[in-house]
């Protein structure tokens, strides 16, 4: 089985798989609901790291005003059903609207084709100085599926 560390692409969206571990479940044995923000943070950064965007490039620019970072401005996850230790996992991220400094995003955490969690987030888009900007022309095409990776 060839699975990328980074995911993979199928049908516009992003597909990542993580193994739960003990250090994500609590007494119960099921995954602590704080982990799964760990999981989608996950399928978020390899979705941009597939689409062949360096967050570190983005960021390490000479001039502060000019460096590209994204931050998470609103989460609303909706938990399903729980994970257990050892659960073969599949972070879906789906990209939604970009618009200006703002980027919606869909996510869904998978086990088979079981839905055991799902987000929409809202990411905004800032410079090295924390303030908003908007995502450079060239990222916006890769984010709207109009660029090669």
Do not use: C
Not at 33 to 60: N, P, W
Not at 82 to 95: E, N
């Amino acid at each position: 089985m060839d699975i990328s560390l980074s995911g993979h692409m199928r049908d516009g969206s992003h597909q990542l798989t993580q193994r739960v571990y003990y250090e994500d479940t609590d007494f119960s044995g099921f995954v602590y609901h704080a982990r799964y923000l760990h999981f989608f943070e996950r399928g978020r950064t390899d979705f941009i790291r597939v689409l062949g965007v360096s967050q570190g490039a983005l960021q390490a620019q000479a001039n502060p005003a000019d460096a590209v970072a994204f931050v998470v401005r609103r989460m609303e996850i909706d938990f399903k059903s729980p994970a257990r230790m050892d659960d073969v996992l599949t972070i879906v991220t789906s990209p939604g609207e970009v618009r200006g400094a703002r980027m919606m995003l869909e996510q869904t955490i998978l086990r088979g084709d079981d839905v055991l969690a799902g987000a929409v987030v809202t990411v905004a888009v800032v410079n090295g100085l924390g303030r908003a900007r908007r995502l450079p022309d060239a990222l916006l095409e890769r984010f709207t599926g109009g660029g090669a990776a």
